[in-house]
């Protein structure tokens, strides 16, 4: 039912910023929880961060706090992180997902969508 596509995905210096965006299908985006989780080369898919279906509540990986903002526009069926302050250790792949109603946000398994992914690549 739900269909996610990442972008803004690409290489930055240390320091920089970007911003990514993960458009969805579906007339039901504003009843979705979406969330940002990232995967580096041959570690596990790591949470990032998370919105609950208004906007009104938002979710945060400790490593991430003071640097990312997860926002979300249901009027465009759109998701958005903005990343700044980026680190070496921040390269990853970032893959948006959707979940209906998740008791724990942070979660992986509660997440039944997911995008395939966009690079971030941060030099150092």
């Known amino acids: 039912q739900v269909q996610l596509v990442e972008s803004g995905g690409g290489l930055v210096q240390a320091g920089g910023s970007l911003r990514l965006s993960c458009a969805a299908s579906?007339?039901?985006?504003?009843?979705?929880?979406m969330g940002w989780f990232r995967q580096a080369p041959g570690k596990e898919r790591d949470f990032v961060a998370a919105?609950?279906?208004?906007?009104?509540?938002?979710n945060y990986a400790d490593s991430v706090k003071g640097r990312f903002t997860i926002s979300r526009d249901n009027a465009k069926n759109t998701v958005y992180l903005q990343m700044n302050s980026l680190q070496p250790e921040d390269t990853a792949v970032y893959y948006c997902a959707a979940a209906f109603a998740p008791s724990r946000p942070v979660d992986t398994a509660y997440y039944a969508y997911w995008g395939r992914g966009t690079q971030i690549t941060v030099s150092s």
């Open positions: 919105i609950s279906s208004g906007g009104g509540s938002r």
């Open positions: 579906g007339r039901s985006f504003g009843r979705y929880t």
